[in-house]
């Protein structure tokens, strides 16, 4: 099986909050990321968390890390059209290439 | 600051071609790598490399070499181009810290 996890599309009205949901086995690992891709560009670093918190608010992102279940979720309150891209979920251990393995990537699809 | 610079942005390529993606990035990181984007299959690791002179494969290597002779440049290359590589290619890089950038991108079209 995968080693992250995201479901494939997503679809919220302007205004709601968003939740991207991800999993991941490697319970080595050390930082879990969010990134977002807009059409036609590259990757960009929304936020990370370490493994060792709860929880990491940034403005309208907050990042929620159950460690035991291996689950991180991606909440986005009051979602705009601007907030429509691919959300990918990352991990990466401690230790050896430091090369984080990526999600397949969640597709939010914002509309009025 | 240019960050990480991959040319060309898009390319099209005859089936046996061969070609180089190009990758350099300014902020004197150690390690770098090479994805592939495709639907549904979200990035995939060709090849990356820990610093100068060090390279390893990542999950889909096949059909792709790559050299670290700079701590700057990390080119791509595809020896004999196929409709299967047409596909999407991102360059990244990160130093001690923990954010990787990426590059903007290469659209590759293999006919």
Known sequence: ??????????????????????????????????????????????????????????????????????????????????????????????????????GRGTSLIVHP | NAGVTQTPKFQVLKTGQSMTLQCAQDMNHEYMSWYRQDPGMGLRLIHYSVGAGITDQGEVPNGYNVSRSTTEDFPLRLLSAAPSQTSVYFCASRGTGNTIYFGEGSWLTVV
Not at chain 1, 17 to 28: F, G, L
Not at chain 1, 39 to 46: D, E, I, N, S
């Open chain 1, 1 to 102: 099986g995968e080693d992250v996890e995201q479901s494939l599309f997503l679809s919220v009205r302007e205004g709601d909050s968003s939740v991207i949901n991800c999993t991941y086995t490697d319970s080595s690992s050390t930082y879990l990321y969010w990134y977002k891709q807009e059409p036609g560009a590259g990757l960009q670093l929304l936020t990370y968390i370490f493994s060792n918190m709860d929880m990491k608010q940034d403005q309208r992102l907050t990042v929620l890390l159950n460690k035991k279940d291996k689950h991180l979720s991606l909440r986005i309150a009051d979602t705009q059209t601007g907030d429509s891209a691919i959300y990918f979920c990352a991990e990466r251990a401690s230790g050896g290439s430091y090369i984080p393995t990526f």
